[in-house]
């Protein structure tokens, strides 16, 4: 009886990206950059030419800007990204009882015994066509014995590409590829593996894993198991979020009341749209300011489930009222929608008119269909001229956990 495991690993090729080239074709084929587009801002997500230059995530938008000139930089819809990454999760959640969702574009099957039904890479295969098909972005997908094979397998099949590494083959695969490949291995994780000589996962292979302890702690024994191939994690099962968040950093501190009350408005308006489409409701929401000095202060209230901005936009200018020091510049603010649950607000929180209700389904509908930010309040207008809306360093997106730039 074959006792191994079969897990699927699929990751969405630069899926911010992606999704801003099927909303302008014009982009297929250039140089995009997805993230702040300030100097202070950050790059969360760059094309595969963007990389040629030496672009990568992460990096200061300045500095990218400065490799590649060329680039067409664009400041990203939290929005679109989660509507596509929903779409990408119905498909999965369709196919198979229990997945793991690790980002808004990386998922983990469990599809252990489909051989014995099925063959699983033709059934891989079929999902992954399935799901470009429905939502025409491009997926990659590693299939072997663990998590870390799979997820450097789909790494190697990118762009918009598959790979199965063969029962056995894990060591022989994984050895002539840098230690960078290995998921765990950060940037300062690797300098220190360089300076003992390792640069590919076959010389880690064949150090004792008693000298990677002393190195590294129990760290360490994980690094020598996953460069060996070895990785016993299993799948977690996903569950949404149970709150939401947004935070925005300024261009050039202020103590603006008017523009930083817009802010607010404005944040709190566009995570008041996210949970109406997720079907959620709040009932704990908090403000955060960051001083130019670097303190930060929070304060958070209760408030009955709702997700009606007329409820929740005067509860947070009231918060933010109560914890602004007007003598100390601000640097950064932000707020969350914590406590959520599953529920439709127009059933069971409104007590307002009809014209109310019809109002808001409007203003979703615009906003699903053009943007999250295609309709604003007029006192959120302001949010436009003071900082950049930055949903890639305030945490994961809305309603979905864990997002990977």
Same mark, same amino acid.
């Given at each position: 009886? =074959?006792?191994?495991?079969?897990?699927?690993?699929?990751?969405?090729?630069?899926?911010?990206?992606?999704c801003e080239r099927l909303l302008d074709s014009k982009l297929i084929g250039k140089?995009?950059?997805?993230?702040?587009?300030?100097?202070?801002?950050?790059?969360?997500?760059?094309?595969?030419?963007?990389?040629?230059?030496?672009?990568? $995530?992460?990096?200061?938008?300045?500095?990218?800007?400065?490799?590649?000139?060329?680039?067409?930089?664009?400041?990203? =819809?939290?929005?679109?990204?989660?509507? +596509?990454?929903?779409?990408?999760?119905?498909?999965?959640?369709? $196919?198979?009882?229990?997945?793991?969702?690790?980002?808004?574009?990386?998922?983990?099957?469990?599809?252990?015994?489909?051989?014995?039904?099925?063959?699983?890479?033709?059934?891989?295969?079929?999902?992954?066509?399935?799901?470009?098909?429905?939502?025409?972005?491009?997926?990659?997908?590693?299939?072997?014995?663990? &998590?870390?094979?799979?997820?450097?397998?789909?790494?190697?099949?990118? /762009?918009?590409?598959?790979?199965?590494?063969?029962?056995?083959?894990?060591?022989?695969?994984?050895? /002539?590829?840098?230690? &960078?490949?290995?998921?765990?291995?950060?940037?300062?994780?690797?300098?220190?593996?360089?300076?003992?000589?390792?640069?590919?996962?076959?010389?880690?292979?064949?150090? /004792?894993?008693?000298?990677?302890?002393? $190195?590294?702690?129990?760290?360490?024994?994980?690094?020598?198991?996953?460069?060996?191939?070895?990785?016993?994690?299993?799948?977690?099962?996903?569950?949404?979020? &149970?709150?939401?968040?947004?935070?925005?950093?300024?261009?050039?501190?202020?103590?603006?009341?008017?523009?930083? +009350?817009?802010?607010?408005?404005?944040?709190?308006?566009?995570?008041?749209?996210?949970?109406?489409?997720?079907?959620?409701?709040?009932?704990?929401?908090?403000?955060?300011?960051?001083?130019?000095?670097?303190?930060?202060?929070?304060?958070?209230?209760?408030?009955?489930?709702?997700?009606?901005?007329?409820?929740?936009?005067?509860?947070? &200018?009231?918060?933010?009222?109560?914890?602004?020091?007007?003598?100390?510049?601000?640097?950064?603010?932000?707020?969350?929608? $914590?406590?959520?649950?599953?529920?439709?607000?127009?059933?069971?929180l409104f007590d307002d008119e009809e014209k109310t209700i019809r109002l808001y389904?409007?203003?979703?509908?615009?906003?699903?269909?053009?943007?999250?930010?295609?309709?604003?309040?007029?006192?959120?207008?302001?949010?436009?001229?003071?900082?950049?809306?930055?949903?890639?360093?305030?945490?994961?997106?809305p309603l979905l956990a864990n997002r990977k730039i």
């Amino acid at each position: 009886m =074959n006792n191994n495991r079969a897990i699927l690993h699929l990751d969405l090729d630069t899926f911010f990206i992606s999704c801003e080239r099927l909303l302008d074709s014009k982009l297929i084929g250039k140089p995009v950059l997805v993230g702040g587009t300030s100097d202070r801002g950050v790059v969360a997500s760059c094309s595969y030419e963007a990389r040629c230059f030496g672009v990568h $995530s992460a990096m200061p938008m300045k500095l990218a800007k400065h490799l590649c000139p060329e680039a067409i930089v664009i400041r990203g =819809n939290s929005g679109i990204y989660m509507k +596509k990454s929903d779409e990408v999760t119905q498909v999965i959640r369709d $196919s198979v009882p229990a997945f793991e969702k690790t980002s808004v574009d990386e998922f983990y099957l469990d599809i252990s015994g489909m051989d014995k039904f099925f063959n699983a890479l033709k059934w891989a295969t079929e999902l992954r066509a399935k799901i470009i098909d429905a939502t025409d972005l491009p997926i990659s997908f590693g299939l072997s014995e663990n &998590k870390t094979v799979s997820k450097v397998a789909t790494g190697i099949a990118k /762009p918009n590409n598959q790979l199965k590494v063969d029962y056995g083959t894990e060591k022989a695969f994984l050895a /002539p590829l840098s230690v &960078k490949k290995i998921p765990m291995i950060g940037h300062k994780t690797y300098q220190a593996l360089f300076q003992l000589g390792v640069r590919d996962i076959g010389t880690l292979q064949k150090m /004792p894993f008693q000298m990677l302890e002393r $190195s590294f702690g129990k760290n360490g024994i994980t690094m020598w198991n996953k460069a060996n191939g070895i990785d016993p994690s299993p799948i977690i099962p996903f569950q949404e979020r &149970k709150s939401i968040s947004t935070e925005r950093t300024f261009e050039k501190d202020s103590t603006d009341i008017i523009k930083l +009350k817009g802010i607010i408005v404005a944040m709190a308006e566009n995570l008041g749209f996210q949970l109406r489409r997720g079907k959620k409701l709040t009932s704990c929401v908090s403000v955060k300011i960051r001083y130019s000095d670097f303190s930060t202060e929070s304060l958070q209230s209760r408030l009955p489930y709702t997700s009606a901005d007329h409820v929740l936009i005067p509860r947070m &200018k009231e918060l933010f009222d109560r914890l602004f020091k007007k003598r100390l510049l601000v640097r950064l603010v932000g707020i969350k929608y $914590s406590h959520l649950v599953g529920g439709h607000y127009q059933i069971q929180l409104f007590d307002d008119e009809e014209k109310t209700i019809r109002l808001y389904q409007a203003m979703d509908f615009i906003r699903d269909k053009h943007g999250d930010r295609s309709v604003m309040r007029v006192s959120g207008m302001g949010a436009r001229t003071i900082g950049r809306y930055n949903p890639f360093t305030g945490g994961p997106p809305p309603l979905l956990a864990n997002r990977k730039i």
